[in-house]
């Protein structure tokens, strides 16, 4: 028997003895499924492809591929994280990462600072907004190969670690060396937190993270102390976070043994979550803004609300997403999120969008309800009977397919011109704002020191927006008349805000921009209609 012939014959044994004796008693169980057959079969396959393959395999590759489409299988938001990415993943919930504490941007293949964080390593060694990093370590980090990720990787590392990096900064001569000791940096999840009309409170919350209860409640209390009755609480574009973060939210509103959401799925129990006696905001009016991309953790609070009639939804329908994921760690330490239950709002309803038609269709649903003119129209949303669910006060609600405003906000789409999408597309006017601020820091501060002063004063003039023109023409984009009539009080607005945002902070940006948002103009007429909350039997 010649060698190719003896290899064939193993082979030949190796399968029939592997299918007989990890199949079990094969005989004995011909009429009824193995509920291991699948498995079984898997591994055999991978036991041929190890001995008989061509080429040398690398089979946690192969696993770690046969992981992801099956996930994909189950449901859209199942997943595999690999263990490199796990810390990543996590980061943005968690709260916070090790690093020297800056907020910055590229201006020009060059890594200029924003902001240094407050309390972080860079400001207590005097980083300042402005300042130019053209090396770490001593090697030149600035041209094309400088992108977002080539900046985490070399700024970002374990806490009580070093890194020098070297700074150019306006009206110095010398680049200045700065070697920085990393340290926790906290991830902020309320970008803005102001008093937007006397008595009226606005908090925008971007995400359910592991510090978002602290911030929130530090936000409460500041507005509290400013004269807050009524709350806006803005969760538009918020697409969610840890589900127990959602639920102390959602506590701060609902009186005590109020059902907040309940759990349950083929292998997890039913779980009540209920308020505590505890409530920042029990009492006053409050109106929770969402649209098309609020998902999971923001529908659990505006469901709360609703259904409970604590509150006014204002905006478009949400995202619909009602599944709970559970993370499994797995013997190499890479993470499975799985699909472990389903979440209902205290109505009784699941919020989860139908994913049948596969993963592809599941995301195509936002173009589907463009398509259908439901971001504009409402009546084009339509719902069987057997979804219709009832509120405390026996207002009728929907589940299937995300929460449906009680207060609809049409999309208005005819101020997006393509003029102002090429300007966004080609960051023209994030790049402006930092050129400009960059060359004017001083003058900026001179003229506008403290806020107000600025939101008062500073206006886009013809002068200013020529020199806009004049920029974003070099940059690629002419100014095209018809567009920039269209999308004008937009650009001005952002051109303006992003200024604010580069000399004081967020909630500066956000108090300039909201001036000119049609959809928190629509909640604050909203909070101040005594007859709406009444016609609706909201609590106040």
């Given at each position: 028997?010649?060698?190719?012939?003896?290899?064939?014959?193993?082979?030949?044994?190796?399968?029939?003895?592997?299918?007989?004796?990890?199949?079990?008693?094969?005989?004995?169980?011909?009429?009824?499924?193995?509920?291991?057959?699948?498995?079984?079969?898997?591994?055999?396959?991978?036991?041929?492809?190890?001995?008989?393959?061509?080429?040398?395999?690398?089979?946690?590759?192969?696993?770690?591929?046969?992981?992801?489409?099956?996930?994909?299988?189950?449901?859209?938001?199942?997943?595999?994280?690999?263990?490199?990415?796990?810390?990543?993943?996590?980061?943005?919930?968690?709260?916070?990462?090790?690093?020297?504490?800056?907020?910055?941007?590229?201006?020009?293949?060059?890594?200029?600072?924003?902001?240094?964080?407050?309390?972080?390593?860079?400001?207590?060694?005097?980083?300042?907004?402005?300042?130019?990093?053209?090396?770490?370590?001593?090697?030149?980090?600035?041209?094309?190969?400088?992108?977002?990720?080539?900046?985490?990787?070399?700024?970002?590392?374990?806490?009580?670690?070093?890194?020098?990096?070297?700074?150019?900064?306006?009206?110095?001569?010398?680049?200045?060396?700065?070697?920085?000791?990393?340290?926790?940096?906290?991830?902020?999840?309320?970008?803005?937190?102001?008093?937007?009309?006397?008595?009226?409170?606005?908090?925008?919350?971007?995400?359910?993270?592991?510090?978002?209860?602290?911030?929130?409640?530090?936000?409460?209390?500041?507005?509290?102390?400013?004269?807050?009755?009524?709350?806006?609480?803005?969760?538009?574009?918020?697409?969610?976070?840890?589900?127990?973060?959602?639920?102390?939210?959602?506590?701060?509103?609902?009186?005590?043994?109020?059902?907040?959401?309940?759990?349950?799925?083929?292998?997890?129990p039913r779980e009540d979550y209920l308020?505590?006696?505890?409530?920042?905001?029990?009492?006053?009016?409050?109106?929770?803004?969402?649209?098309?991309?609020?998902?999971?953790?923001?529908?659990?609070?505006?469901?709360?609300?609703?259904?409970?009639?604590?509150?006014?939804?204002?905006?478009?329908?949400?995202?619909?997403?009602?599944?709970?994921?559970?993370?499994?760690?797995?013997?190499?330490?890479?993470?499975?999120?799985?699909?472990?239950?389903?979440?209902?709002?205290?109505?009784?309803?699941?919020?989860?969008?139908?994913?049948?038609?596969?993963?592809?269709?599941?995301?195509?649903?936002?173009?589907?309800?463009?398509?259908?003119?439901?971001?504009?129209?409402?009546?084009?949303?339509?719902?069987?009977?057997?979804?219709?669910?009832?509120?405390?006060?026996?207002?009728?609600?929907?589940?299937?397919?995300?929460?449906?405003?009680?207060?609809?906000?049409?999309?208005?789409?005819?101020?997006?011109?393509?003029?102002?999408l090429d300007l966004r597309r080609k960051?023209?006017?994030?790049?402006?704002?930092?050129?400009?601020?960059?060359?004017?820091?001083?003058?900026?501060?001179?003229?506008?020191?403290?806020?107000?002063?600025?939101?008062?004063?500073?206006?886009?003039?013809?002068?200013?927006?020529?020199?806009?023109?004049?920029?974003?023409?070099?940059?690629?984009?002419?100014k095209d008349e018809k567009g920039y009539?269209?999308?004008?009080?937009?650009?001005?607005?952002?051109?303006?805000?992003?200024?604010?945002?580069?000399?004081?902070?967020?909630?500066?940006?956000?108090?300039?921009?909201?001036?000119?948002?049609?959809?928190?103009?629509?909640?604050?007429?909203?909070?101040?209609?005594?007859?709406?909350?009444?016609?609706?039997?909201?609590?106040?």
């Amino acid at each position: 028997m010649d060698i190719r012939s003896y290899k064939n014959l193993i082979l030949f044994l190796f399968i029939a003895l592997t299918g007989l004796f990890s199949s079990g008693r094969v005989f004995a169980q011909t009429n009824r499924q193995d509920p291991n057959a699948g498995l079984k079969k898997y591994n055999t396959a991978m036991q041929i492809i190890k001995f008989a393959y061509v080429d040398t395999v690398n089979e946690s590759k192969l696993v770690e591929k046969a992981l992801i489409e099956t996930l994909k299988e189950l449901d859209p938001h199942s997943m595999y994280i690999s263990k490199k990415d796990v810390q990543r993943a996590n980061e943005p919930l968690e709260g916070n990462f090790d690093g020297i504490g800056v907020q910055f941007e590229i201006l020009r293949d060059t890594i200029t600072v924003v902001h240094p964080v407050p309390g972080g390593p860079s400001e207590k060694l005097g980083i300042m907004s402005g300042d130019k990093i053209i090396r770490i370590e001593g090697e030149q980090v600035t041209g094309k190969k400088i992108t977002t990720q080539f900046v985490f990787d070399h700024l970002r590392g374990k806490r009580g670690t070093k890194v020098t990096v070297t700074i150019c900064r306006k009206g110095k001569k010398e680049p200045m060396d700065f070697t920085i000791v990393r340290d926790k940096i906290p991830i902020n999840s309320v970008d803005a937190a102001y008093m937007i009309k006397p008595g009226i409170g606005y908090i925008n919350l971007n995400k359910f993270a592991q510090n978002s209860m602290q911030e929130f409640t530090e936000a409460v209390n500041k507005l509290t102390a400013a004269g807050m009755k009524s709350l806006i609480l803005d969760l538009r574009n918020n697409s969610g976070g840890f589900m127990g973060t959602a639920i102390e939210l959602s506590d701060e509103f609902l009186r005590s043994g109020r059902l907040i959401v309940y759990t349950e799925g083929l292998r997890s129990p039913r779980e009540d979550y209920l308020a505590t006696p505890k409530g920042l905001f029990e009492k006053g009016k409050l109106v929770i803004m969402i649209n098309e991309n609020s998902a999971s953790a923001s529908e659990i609070v505006s469901g709360a609300i609703q259904d409970w009639d604590r509150g006014i939804i204002v905006g478009r329908r949400s995202f619909g997403k009602g599944l709970v994921q559970r993370p499994f760690q797995l013997p190499d330490s890479s993470q499975m999120r799985l699909t472990t239950a389903r979440y209902y709002n205290p109505s009784g309803k699941c919020i989860q969008k139908s994913y049948t038609e596969g993963v592809d269709k599941y995301y195509a649903d936002f173009s589907n309800r463009v398509k259908r003119g439901e971001l504009v129209h409402p009546d084009s949303i339509k719902f069987p009977d057997s979804l219709k669910y009832y509120t405390a006060g026996k207002r009728v609600v929907y589940g299937g397919g995300g929460i449906m405003p009680d207060v609809f906000i049409p999309w208005d789409s005819t101020i997006i011109s393509d003029y102002y999408l090429d300007l966004r597309r080609k960051n023209i006017i994030n790049s402006y704002v930092g050129q400009y601020v960059d060359k004017n820091r001083k003058t900026l501060q001179q003229a506008w020191p403290v806020f107000e002063s600025f939101d008062r004063g500073f206006k886009t003039d013809e002068a200013f927006m020529n020199d806009f023109f004049a920029y974003s023409e070099k940059e690629g984009v002419a100014k095209d008349e018809k567009g920039y009539g269209l999308s004008e009080g937009l650009i001005k607005s952002q051109l303006k805000g992003l200024i604010a945002q580069k000399l004081w902070d967020m909630t500066e940006m956000y108090t300039i921009i909201n001036q000119s948002d049609t959809e928190v103009l629509k909640a604050i007429e909203v909070i101040q209609d005594d007859g709406l909350f009444d016609k609706l039997h909201i609590e106040q």
